[in-house]
Each structure stands twice: as C-alpha cells, then as structure tokens.
C-alpha cells in the first residue's frame, strides 16, 4: 500500500511530557507537560465509580505569530502556525510580513485508573488537540476537528497503544511557545507501539512507516510496506542533578511499486544521546544529539527523507546528523528565558535527488516568559531560521511569536 504528498507535514506533529510507563493520577501532571515545562501541573477533576478512578484535565493556550520568510512566500498552513523546517522558503523573492492567530494547540485529556482483582492497576489515557487537522477555515467560525494525540493503556511495565516513541527524549524539549522548540535537531514522533520498560530499560515495536524520494526528486513518497516493526532500545537515568537517555532504533524501509518496476527494502538505523543537566535551582541545559542513516521522518519533522530511490530501481538509505543546545534561566520567581539553537545536516546524493531537496536546516530562539499565576502564563519569543539546498540556494524566515496559556 503505498501513496504520494507534497513535502508537507501532513501527520500529527506537537509535543507534551513524556507519558510515564505506569500512568496513575499521582503520574498524571507529568503526562499532559508541555515543552512550557515549568508550568505547574493542571489540576484533575477526579470522580471515582467503583474501582475506577477518572480524571481530566488540559489547556487553552492563543499564539499570535508575525513571520517574515525574504526568500519567498510561507504559504498558509501549519508552517505559518508553528516553525516546521523543511518549511522554510528558498531562492526566492520575499512579501510581507504576514501575522497569523490561532487557538488550535488547545488540547484535552482523559485518563482512567482501575484497581485490578490481582491487586495491579490498570491505566488508560486519551488525548485530543486541533493542531494540525486539515479540517477548518479562517474565515468565519475558524472549525478544526479533534485528533488523537495519545490512546493507549499501561499495565505492570507494558504500554500499548499510541503514545510517543520510545527513541525520543521529552526530558530534553526545551521551554519554548513553539510546538516543539529545538525542531531542527529533535527527535519527534508519536505513533502506535508495544512499548515493555523495566528500571531504566525500555524496549518497544513500533508502527513502520518510511518517506522515499523519486530518483533524480520530486514529490514525497510515503509508504507502508515495511514487514517488521520499528525497534528500539533505551536506557534513560535520572537523579537530582538532571537525566541522561541513550536510544538506539533498527528499521527496514521497504518501497514496493510494480508498475514502476520497483521492489526493494534496505536497513536503517540511529543512535540518540540526549538529557539535562540541572546547572543550579534557577539553570538547566537541555541536549540532544542525533545521528544514522534511514531516519528522517524520527529528525526534525520529516525534513529528510528515510531513502531515496537509485537508478537501477534500489533504495539508498539516507545519513542525517541533527542536534540541540538550550539554556533556560529563572530570572525570580515569576520571569524566566530560554536560548535555543538546534540544526540538521543531511548527507543527500545529489546524483540521486537533485538539488531542491534540504541540505540542512538550523534556527536560533530566545524567549521572554511570565508566569502571571500558577496556572496562567503569557510569553514572547524570537526565532531565526535557515534553509539550504542541495543546490547551494538557501532562505530565512524571522518571527515574533506571543502565546497566552490557562492550564486547567
């Protein structure tokens, strides 16, 4: 099964604190986080029938954006709603600013906690945003349908269901107002998993979908035809001074197109170190480093491709490096920053993809944020992105962004 898009990120892409293996409702804050992560904790209603306790719980949050992209035009979408690297226009001439506003990353959750006759408990989460739907319009009622962020159940070290991927970090997100703040060099993704931890081992299987590029480029091929699971392994350490994960991640990537006489899968794999380091009670520095060949749709929001399609009808796997650096401060009690910067590198074959498909990206924020009451926070925040092509013609894109958040 197999079907062709645009290089535009057409799948669920946002971003919360990781969910913990065994979800409880002592658990539960660390669960609907955010990478806005100092905020406290939203309070769960909690209502219990019989041996079942369910809580819920969320937030409203509004961005405002002006973003200036002088080497073209950033098309309304979500590249105008939230910084999307591959995204960013080239070699071209810029318009005018545009401003953009939108209350879509608004999101709820519903969990449910149930006390087994083994003397276990059981848990289950749900969790709904509007954040990139296709549904809706801005022109009168501003209509954007819900989708599934998080649906799956924990029970004795097991998770099953849709959750985030066990190769990613969430302890190294950065504290931004973007969806997800060091883009370029993150490791992002959240799909369907069976997902065992024990310690500060995990190990999980993983829903197996790849991107292709045509041979000589062209539109994105995005296929299913994977006949194992994505693998991976992580140890993740944590004491006072902060953490530390180390993940590896083995995949196959399989194209399958007979018409066009194409049948072929190849191996990737990646290795990711990332953390926190916890300097003082007011300071923290958040990493993440990133590499392998065969994991672009893991790094950066699919900016690269997993493969590209050679002459002879063969997929060649695609090496990228990506990585990230943030440094938040407490400036008191009620003001703190953060400086960001994170970038990719992309070992494209020229040869084999041409030469508008992205070489590397890379982008720089610092943020001013006021956390007015426990549970309501307004922010500003600056970013500076780069794009560069395989043909050398690159693009900027600057932008103001001010969120407002009551959490509940």
Same mark, same amino acid.
């Not at 960013?88 to 608004?106: I, L, M, N, W």
């Not at 749709?297 to 943030?326: F, M």
């Given at each position: 099964?197999?079907?062709?898009?645009?290089?535009?990120? @057409?799948? @669920?892409?946002?971003?919360?604190?990781?969910?913990?293996?065994?979800? $409880?409702?002592?658990?539960?804050?660390?669960?609907?986080?955010?990478?806005?992560?100092?905020?406290?904790?939203?309070?769960?209603?909690? /209502?219990?029938?019989?041996?079942?306790?369910?809580?819920?719980?969320?937030?409203?949050?509004?961005?405002?954006?002006? $973003?200036?992209?002088?080497?073209?035009?950033?098309?309304?979408?979500?590249?105008?709603?939230?910084?999307?690297?591959?995204?960013?226009?080239?070699?071209?001439?810029?318009?005018?600013?545009?401003? %953009?506003?939108?209350?879509?990353?608004?999101?709820?959750?519903?969990?449910?906690?149930?006390?087994?006759?083994?003397?276990?408990?059981?848990?289950?989460?749900?969790?709904?945003?509007?954040?990139?739907?296709?549904?809706?319009?801005?022109?009168?009622?501003?209509?954007?349908?819900?989708?599934?962020?998080?649906?799956?159940?924990?029970?004795?070290?097991?998770?099953?269901?849709?959750?985030? =991927?066990?190769?990613? %970090?969430? +302890?190294?997100?950065?504290?931004?107002?973007?969806?997800?703040?060091?883009?370029?060099?993150?490791?992002?993704?959240? @799909?369907?998993?069976?997902?065992?931890?024990?310690?500060?081992?995990?190990?999980?299987?993983?829903?197996?979908?790849?991107?292709?590029?045509?041979?000589?480029?062209?539109?994105?091929?995005?296929? %299913?035809?994977?006949?194992?699971?994505?693998?991976? !392994?992580?140890?993740?350490?944590?004491?006072?001074?902060? =953490?530390?994960?180390? +993940?590896?991640?083995?995949?196959?990537?399989?194209?399958?197109?007979?018409?066009?006489?194409?049948?072929?899968?190849?191996?990737?794999?990646?290795?990711?170190?990332?953390?926190?380091?916890?300097?003082?009670?007011?300071?923290?520095?958040?990493?993440?480093?990133?590499?392998?060949?065969?994991?672009?749709?893991?790094?950066?929001?699919?900016?690269?491709?997993?493969?590209?399609?050679?002459?002879?009808?063969?997929?060649? +796997?695609?090496?990228?490096? +990506?990585?990230?650096?943030?440094?938040?401060?407490?400036?008191? %009690?009620?003001?703190?920053?953060?400086?960001?910067?994170?970038?990719?590198?992309?070992?494209?074959?020229?040869?084999? $993809?041409?030469?508008?498909?992205?070489?590397?990206?890379?982008?720089?924020?610092?943020?001013?944020?006021?956390?007015?009451?426990?549970?309501?926070?307004?922010?500003?925040?600056?970013?500076?992105?780069?794009?560069? /092509?395989?043909?050398?013609?690159?693009?900027? !894109?600057?932008?103001?962004?001010? =969120?407002?958040?009551?959490?509940?």
């Amino acid at each position: 099964m197999t079907r062709v898009e645009t290089p535009y990120l @057409q799948k @669920q892409i946002n971003q919360d604190l990781e969910t913990t293996t065994m979800l $409880t409702k002592n658990t539960l804050a660390v669960a609907v986080g955010l990478s806005l992560a100092t905020l406290s904790a939203p309070t769960q209603a909690a /209502v219990t029938f019989g041996d079942t306790e369910f809580t819920y719980g969320g937030y409203i949050k509004l961005d405002f954006l002006y $973003t200036d992209t002088p080497d073209g035009d950033l098309a309304t979408g979500i590249g105008r709603e939230f910084y999307v690297p591959s995204l960013t226009p080239v070699g071209g001439e810029g318009e005018s600013g545009k401003f %953009d506003a939108h209350a879509r990353q608004s999101r709820f959750f519903f969990n449910s906690a149930t006390k087994l006759d083994n003397g276990k408990t059981i848990t289950g989460r749900i969790e709904f945003d509007m954040m990139t739907t296709p549904i809706g319009d801005e022109r009168i009622t501003n209509g954007y349908s819900p989708e599934v962020r998080h649906a799956f159940i924990s029970y004795d070290g097991w998770i099953f269901g849709q959750t985030w =991927s066990n190769f990613m %970090d969430v +302890a190294s997100l950065p504290d931004s107002l973007d969806f997800v703040g060091n883009t370029d060099g993150s490791v992002f993704n959240r @799909q369907a998993q069976v997902r065992y931890t024990s310690g500060s081992w995990s190990v999980s299987a993983e829903n197996p979908e790849s991107t292709i590029t045509p041979f000589g480029g062209g539109a994105r091929i995005v296929t %299913d035809d994977n006949s194992i699971p994505d693998l991976t !392994l992580k140890y993740n350490f944590a004491d006072t001074w902060g =953490s530390v994960a180390v +993940a590896v991640l083995a995949r196959e990537i399989a194209y399958e197109n007979m018409a066009a006489g194409i049948d072929d899968q190849t191996n990737g794999y990646g290795v990711s170190i990332s953390g926190k380091y916890n300097l003082s009670a007011k300071d923290d520095i958040r990493f993440t480093v990133n590499t392998g060949e065969g994991i672009g749709r893991y790094i950066g929001l699919n900016t690269s491709n997993d493969a590209v399609i050679a002459a002879d009808g063969t997929l060649d +796997a695609i090496p990228v490096t +990506a990585y990230a650096l943030a440094y938040r401060h407490m400036w008191d %009690d009620k003001w703190r920053s953060s400086f960001i910067y994170s970038a990719q590198s992309i070992d494209n074959d020229s040869a084999l $993809t041409g030469g508008t498909v992205t070489d590397k990206t890379s982008s720089i924020a610092v943020n001013l944020i006021y956390q007015a009451a426990s549970k309501l926070m307004y922010g500003v925040e600056l970013r500076h992105a780069t794009r560069e /092509v395989v043909s050398g013609a690159d693009g900027d !894109l600057n932008r103001v962004q001010f =969120s407002a958040m009551y959490t509940f």
